[in-house]
Every structure is written in structure tokens, then in C-alpha cells.
């Protein structure tokens, strides 16, 4: 970050260009260890190994939607919606560390390395820096718990059109090349209002919605759980649960980098964290990406033959046949696949057992069940945008199942 006389920040993003970081609580947050610890989080996970500009990190996203909810504030308050400078820097807050308690390669080690939710764990991080700060997150805290008078404080940092989403489209299909996730988001952001301290969209921004939601379709499928990236990640998600196995019952050989060690041997829940928190919080603060790669490669010559087949293939993009079915798969047809993986390929009954997964991915483009986008007519009616569009809101929830197992000459699907 380069300095811009006395009141702030510029950093030069390669989304939205100059983005201005004001000195104080929300620059101090940005300098905390806990915070830079995010430079070392990808974003998306393995999504390199299919796009290989996937490579940005969650410190990224959580400073552009910081930029985003700033260009919020700023139209709100040219609409004459009234709000004071502790909310602006509650709600900035708020979406600055929405995801502060990603653990490594975010979403896919989840309730992995760890037995909690990293919503969870960001909330106890807040709460650690609401200490350490004095006071000033409290708001914050209030705005991200959904516990502020004022509704869409949190709509806009947690909800179907809140800063969070309309960020990590944008710079998701930034880096990946996938224009399909491109959104107007700053026609959006132009478009958005309160009524009775609920968000609304004003009536003219309605496609432009429809576009957003579309996007994130697109996004999901060709994107998150395109079949490639699911199979990696749940070889790392395997990767990961076979070396605790081995961590646990004394028969993990070889050095590992110290938190990663300590995580692996120890069963640690949401709970430990409550009771043990700072402890916990720190050493969680000092795990991330670079930890688990390091992991990867020394076991991928490790002596356990399961855990070796599984961090090489990551390691040298090795990775496991996908197949994606609407219909989950007859129990018949993948025994079949681990008997010819034991019986034709060498492998023994426990990896066939450990390395054939199954599994469901689920999406919506829109939720209709709680919190839907609501739009402000010219006359002053709000309606939600189910009931406020003639475009079909595909509400219906999408699942597709699939069948992991390593390639071979003979098993096709």
C-alpha cells in the first residue's frame, strides 16, 4: 500500500483500481497479523489446477468488499438514509472480517484440520480483536451476529445481494477468465436503498439483478464445483483426514510445519476454541496454505502407501476420474469399481476403500425462503423479486452426485 497524504491508504487493486483505506480502527485491523494472515488463504482453493489464474487470496476479497460496502455507504447517504460514522465503520468492519476464520485453502478443509465452522471462528477472532481494540467492534460484532435494530447493516455484509457475493463474483471471474460471473455491480450498488431499514433495489435495477443471480449460477457450476476442482479438493480433504488418522494413532513419520502438527494429533472442536480462545485463536492465525503444501509434499513419499498416492497426486495434478450424475450412483456399480481397483490394479482393500468417494453438490440461483431481494417501485410498493419480475426466479435447488476414483485403463464410466 502506497500512502496518500495524512487521512489514508491507496492500494491498486487489479479489479476496482485505487482503493482508498482510511488510517484508524479499519487500517489497524488491516496490519494485524490475524488479518495478514489472509495473503496466505487462496480464495478459491484449488480452482488453479482448472483455471490457473485462480491464484487470489482471501486478503483480496475481504479489501474489495471493504471497497464495495464504502461505495455503499456513500449512495445510501446521497439518498438521505441516515448513517452515523460508528455504523459506517460497523458495518466496515463487519465485512473487512467477514471471513477472518478461514482456515487453509478456505471452504474445502472445513470441519477438517478442525471440528468448526469458519463463520463460527471469525466471530471469536472479532471478539479477540474487540478486546485487544478497546471496544470499538462491538457494533461490528452486533452488525455481523444479526443483533442491530437496523436490518440491513447485516443484509449487506450476509445476504443474497450483500457485498460479500458481489466482490468474490467479480473477482473470482476476474482471475479465472470466466466472463459468464461478470456482474454490473456498480450499477447495482447505485440501484440500492432502505425502506424501513430493510435493503431494497430501486425498480430500474432489476435486470441488472437478473443478471447478478444468473451469473452466480453460471459461476457455481462452471466455476466452484466444476467436476475437476471437486475431485481435487477431495483429494486434500482425504489427504488431510488420512494424516490425522495416522497423527492420531502414532504413525505419522517426518516433520511437519508446528501448527499443523499440533492440529493433526489434537481433536479440536468449536468448543475448545470458546473455552481456550486466544490460545487457540494464535495458533490458528499462524496455519494456512503454505503448511499444508509443505505437508503435501513430504508425504507424498511417505511410507503409508494411502497417504502418498493421494499428496502426489495433488502435488503433480494427478487427480481422481469425476463422474456427475443427477441420480445418486447404485451401490452395486461402485463396488464393482473398488473390486477391479484391487483386483486388476493392485490396490488393497483400503485404499480401493479410501480412494472411490461419493458425494453431493447442491446450488440455487435464488432463495425464496428467507431475506429475498426486495424492490422499491416508483409509487413506493416493495415487493420481493419473486413476485416483482416476469424473469422465471429459479428457486429450485440443483443437486448433482458424484464418483470420485483414481484413473485406470480398465474402469470407465
Given at each position: 500500500m502506497?500512502g496518500?497524504?495524512?487521512q489514508?491508504?491507496i492500494?491498486n487493486?487489479p479489479v476496482?483500481?485505487?482503493?482508498?483505506?482510511?488510517?484508524?480502527?479499519?487500517f489497524?485491523?488491516?496490519?494485524h497479523?490475524?488479518f495478514?494472515r489472509?495473503?496466505?488463504i487462496k480464495?478459491?482453493?484449488?480452482?488453479h489446477?482448472?483455471?490457473?489464474?485462480?491464484?487470489?487470496t482471501?486478503?483480496h476479497?475481504?479489501?474489495?468488499?471493504?471497497?464495495?460496502?464504502k461505495?455503499?455507504?456513500d449512495?445510501?447517504r446521497s439518498?438521505?438514509?441516515e448513517?452515523?460514522e460508528a455504523e459506517?465503520?460497523?458495518?466496515?468492519?463487519?465485512?473487512?472480517?467477514?471471513?477472518?476464520?478461514?482456515g487453509?485453502?478456505?471452504?474445502?478443509l472445513?470441519?477438517t484440520i478442525?471440528r468448526?465452522h469458519?463463520?463460527?471462528l471469525?466471530?471469536?477472532f472479532?471478539?479477540?480483536?474487540n478486546?485487544?481494540?478497546?471496544?470499538?467492534l462491538?457494533?461490528?460484532?452486533?452488525?455481523f451476529?444479526?443483533?442491530y435494530?437496523?436490518q440491513?447493516?447485516?443484509?449487506?455484509v450476509?445476504g443474497?445481494?450483500?457485498m460479500?457475493?458481489?466482490?468474490?463474483?467479480?473477482?473470482?471471474s476476474y482471475f479465472?477468465?470466466v466472463?459468464?460471473g461478470v456482474?454490473?455491480?456498480?450499477?447495482?450498488?447505485?440501484?440500492?436503498?432502505?425502506v424501513e431499514?430493510?435493503?431494497?433495489?430501486?425498480?430500474?435495477g432489476?435486470?441488472?439483478?437478473?443478471?447478478?443471480?444468473?451469473?452466480r449460477?453460471?459461476?457455481y457450476w462452471?466455476?466452484?464445483?466444476?467436476?475437476?476442482?471437486?475431485a481435487a479438493?477431495?483429494?486434500?480433504v482425504?489427504?488431510?483426514?488420512?494424516a490425522?488418522?495416522l497423527?492420531?494413532?502414532?504413525?505419522?513419520?517426518?516433520?511437519l510445519?508446528?501448527?499443523?502438527?499440533f492440529?493433526?494429533?489434537?481433536?479440536?472442536g468449536a468448543d475448545?476454541f470458546r473455552?481456550?480462545s486466544?490460545e487457540?485463536?494464535?495458533?490458528?492465525?499462524?496455519l494456512?496454505?503454505?503448511?499444508v503444501?509443505?505437508?503435501?509434499?513430504?508425504w507424498?513419499?511417505?511410507?503409508?502407501?494411502l497417504?502418498?498416492?493421494?499428496?502426489s497426486?495433488i502435488?503433480?495434478r494427478k487427480?481422481?476420474?469425476v463422474a456427475l450424475?443427477?441420480?445418486?450412483?447404485?451401490?452395486?456399480?461402485i463396488k464393482?469399481?473398488?473390486d477391479?481397483?484391487?483386483?486388476?490394479?493392485g490396490?488393497t482393500?483400503?485404499?480401493?476403500?479410501?480412494?472411490?468417494?461419493?458425494?453431493?453438490?447442491?446450488?440455487?440461483?435464488?432463495?425464496v425462503?428467507r431475506?429475498?431481494?426486495?424492490?422499491?417501485?416508483?409509487?413506493?410498493?416493495?415487493?420481493p423479486?419473486?413476485?416483482?419480475?416476469?424473469y422465471?426466479m429459479d428457486?429450485?435447488i440443483?443437486?448433482k452426485y458424484?464418483?470420485c476414483?483414481?484413473?485406470?485403463?480398465?474402469?470407465?464410466?
Open positions: 502506497s496518500s497524504g495524512s489514508q491508504k492500494m487493486d476496482y483500481g485505487f482503493v482508498r483505506i482510511p488510517y484508524g480502527t479499519i489497524d485491523l488491516i496490519e497479523p490475524y495478514q489472509l495473503r496466505r480464495q478459491v482453493s484449488l480452482t489446477l482448472v483455471y490457473p489464474g485462480a491464484l487470489h482471501r486478503f476479497h475481504a479489501i474489495g468488499a471493504f471497497h464495495l460496502m461505495q455503499a455507504i449512495v445510501l439518498k438521505q438514509i448513517l452515523s459506517s465503520l460497523g458495518v466496515s468492519a463487519a465485512i473487512l472480517l467477514h471471513d477472518i476464520g478461514h487453509p485453502f478456505s471452504h474445502t472445513e470441519n478442525i468448526a469458519h463463520e463460527d471469525s466471530l471469536l472479532m471478539e479477540q480483536l478486546e485487544d481494540f478497546n471496544g470499538q462491538t457494533l461490528a460484532i452486533e452488525i451476529r444479526d443483533r435494530q437496523r440491513f447493516f447485516h443484509q449487506l450476509s443474497q445481494l450483500d460479500d457475493r458481489m466482490d468474490y463474483l467479480n473477482r473470482d479465472t477468465g466472463y459468464e456482474i454490473g455491480y456498480d450499477r447495482i450498488i447505485q440501484m440500492l436503498s432502505v431499514d430493510k435493503l431494497v433495489v430501486e425498480e430500474k432489476i435486470y441488472s439483478i437478473e443478471k447478478f443471480l444468473m451469473a449460477r453460471l459461476m462452471q466455476v466452484y464445483l466444476h467436476k475437476t476442482v471437486v479438493e477431495q483429494m486434500l482425504l489427504t488431510l483426514k488420512r490425522k488418522e497423527a492420531r494413532s502414532g504413525k505419522m513419520t517426518g516433520s510445519p508446528s501448527e499443523l502438527d492440529f493433526l494429533h489434537e481433536d479440536i475448545d473455552t481456550h486466544r487457540l485463536l494464535g495458533r490458528f492465525s499462524r494456512d496454505d503454505y503448511d503444501m509443505m505437508a503435501l509434499k513430504l507424498s513419499t511417505a511410507s503409508d502407501p497417504l502418498a498416492y493421494l499428496a497426486g502435488i503433480d487427480l481422481l476420474r450424475r443427477s441420480e445418486p450412483f447404485d451401490p452395486s456399480y464393482g469399481i473398488k477391479k481397483l484391487v483386483q486388476q490394479h490396490f482393500a483400503e485404499m480401493a476403500d479410501g480412494l472411490v468417494i461419493t458425494g453431493k453438490e447442491t446450488n440455487t440461483a435464488y432463495s425462503a431475506d429475498e431481494i426486495n424492490i422499491l417501485y416508483k409509487d413506493g410498493r416493495v415487493l423479486m419473486s413476485e416483482a419480475t416476469d422465471s428457486a429450485k440443483i443437486t458424484y464418483l476414483y483414481p484413473k485406470t485403463g480398465q474402469i470407465k464410466e
